[in-house]
């Protein structure tokens, strides 16, 4: 089983600020890394699939990186509706496995 | 517009059983492998099961394997989760997603609500 952990478990920023989250897979999983975010009392959304590719509907200011087991999330500068938990997740391999989150809190 | 409605959660004794269901909307649902995803209450996420779009292929994690059954009938757009043995631990919103790829999951671009189980005497 990959397990994927994040990093770090609460990040506090402020409005405007750039935010750098992480996420480390126990054994590579190529490409197949995705981003998610859920508020409070909210289903997930998904952000980015395949380390880069913005879903749909995303604002430009999410970017994601990395490769085989390293891969971040940036968002370049925060607005007040990105304070949430942010989860990572990989396909790779059976069974899929989620990271336990980051919880991005307004500083 | 993509819906997804679940339904049948409860409150159930430890080695209980309950169906979990998942309308679907808005999308061609025998295109699409689909899953269900859980969240313990003040936790993270966890994927339990996925099933391919045609429903001939399932996958578990392996704290659910021989305990739920996943399927789906594309006639009426609906996946259900068949929850057997329940235990405490299995306590969760239960979230049906939507996988972005077939025959596979991939990953999940809509989700449900979300259906409570709360397995407790």
């Known amino acids: 089983e990959v397990v994927l952990t994040q990093s770090p478990a609460t990040l506090s920023l402020s409005p405007g600020e750039r935010a750098t989250l992480s996420c480390r897979a126990s054994?590579?999983?190529?490409?197949?890394l995705a981003w998610y975010q859920q508020k409070p009392g909210q289903a997930p959304r998904l952000l980015i699939y395949?380390?880069?590719n913005r879903a749909t509907g995303i604002p430009a200011r999410f970017s994601g990186s990395g490769s085989g087991t390293d891969f971040i999330l940036t968002i370049s500068s925060l607005e007040p509706e990105d304070f949430a938990v942010y989860y990572c997740?990989?396909?790779?391999?059976?069974?899929?496995?989620f990271g336990q989150g980051t919880k991005l809190e307004i500083k | 517009e993509v819906q997804l409605m679940e339904s049948g959660g409860g409150l159930i004794q430890p080695g209980g059983s309950l169906r979990l269901s998942c309308a679907a909307s808005?999308?061609?649902?025998?295109?699409?492998?689909m899953s269900w995803v859980r969240q313990a209450p003040g936790k993270g996420l966890e994927w339990v099961s996925g099933?391919?779009?045609?429903?001939?292929?399932?996958y578990y994690t392996d704290s659910v394997r021989g305990r739920f059954t996943i399927s789906r009938d594309n006639s009426k757009n609906t996946l259900y989760l068949q929850m057997d043995s329940l235990r405490a631990e299995d306590t969760a919103v239960y979230y049906c997603?939507?996988?972005?790829?077939?025959?596979?999951?991939?990953?999940?671009?809509?989700w449900g609500q979300g259906a409570l189980v709360t397995v407790s005497s």
């Open positions: 997603a939507k996988g972005t790829g077939v025959p596979r999951p991939h990953y999940f671009d809509y």
């Open positions: 808005g999308f061609t649902f025998s295109g699409y492998a």
């Open positions: 099933i391919s779009n045609s429903g001939g292929n399932t």
């Open positions: 054994q590579s999983v190529s490409s197949f």
């Open positions: 395949d380390i880069s």
């Open positions: 997740q990989q396909r790779s391999n059976w069974p899929y496995s």
